[in-house]
């Protein structure tokens, strides 16, 4: 049984001071970006294209339109927005910052807002400024993690560790691995420990 007052595991609710808090969050991220030199996108809930930016598409939410084409609803903003910016807005438009503050849904009823920004032509010193300004401003200690796709092809491939095992983040089972050196790698966090 349902009661009138509940809300679908995953989804948000915010009131009273929490939603003080997701209103100046988004506020300040709005005016940060904003003097940074970024226009706002806010793209459709529905998608054609998600599918596309999906390994595994068990996560969208699917509907059809009304010539049966489906559309998802959006759950990621960043293709949409690249996209958008690039074949649409690229033409008529000549910023090359764009940021958005929107809420994306998975299924089955997971939902998140989503805080983001694209830079086209920019740096990645730039786009890393701006991030690092944007997570001091809401009081946020950041952690860069920096990271090569090609290394866990090269552990797969040279040392067995399956690319599942690594996806999942399961430090255990890849601590259980018996590489001495796995060990120190995952166990630095600061310039130092290199």
């Known amino acids: 049984m349902i009661f009138e007052h509940e809300i679908p595991s995953g989804s948000k609710l915010y009131f ?29 809930f529905f998608s054609y294209h998600q599918h596309d930016s999906f390994e595994n598409q ?13 559309v998802t609803l959006r759950a990621d903003s960043t293709p949409d927005v690249v996209r958008i ?8 438009m000549e910023s090359k910052k764009w940021f958005y503050i929107q809420p994306v849904v998975t299924f089955p009823t997971k939902e998140q807002y ?16 701006v991030t690092i300004s944007l997570l001091q401003k809401l009081q946020i200690e950041p952690i860069l993690q920096l990271a090569n796709i090609r290394i866990p092809y090269l552990l ?11 996806k999942s983040m399961h430090i255990e089972a890849i601590l259980k691995c018996g590489l001495p050196w796995i060990d ?3 166990s630095i966090h600061t310039l130092e420990d290199l």
């Open 58 to 70: 068990k996560s969208l939410i699917r509907l059809n339109d009304d010539h049966n084409h489906e």
């Open 184 to 186: 120190k790698l995952i």
């Open 114 to 129: 989503q805080v983001g920004g694209e830079i086209f032509q920019g740096r990645f010193s730039e786009a890393l400024e």
């Open 16 to 44: 009273g001071k929490t939603a003080k808090i997701k209103r100046e969050i988004e506020s300040n991220a709005a005016m940060l970006l904003t003097a940074k030199g970024f226009e706002e996108i806010v793209t459709p």
């Open 156 to 166: 797969s491939n040279h040392y067995g560790l399956s690319l599942e095992l690594i």
């Open 85 to 92: 910016a690039t074949k649409r807005l690229g033409r008529s």
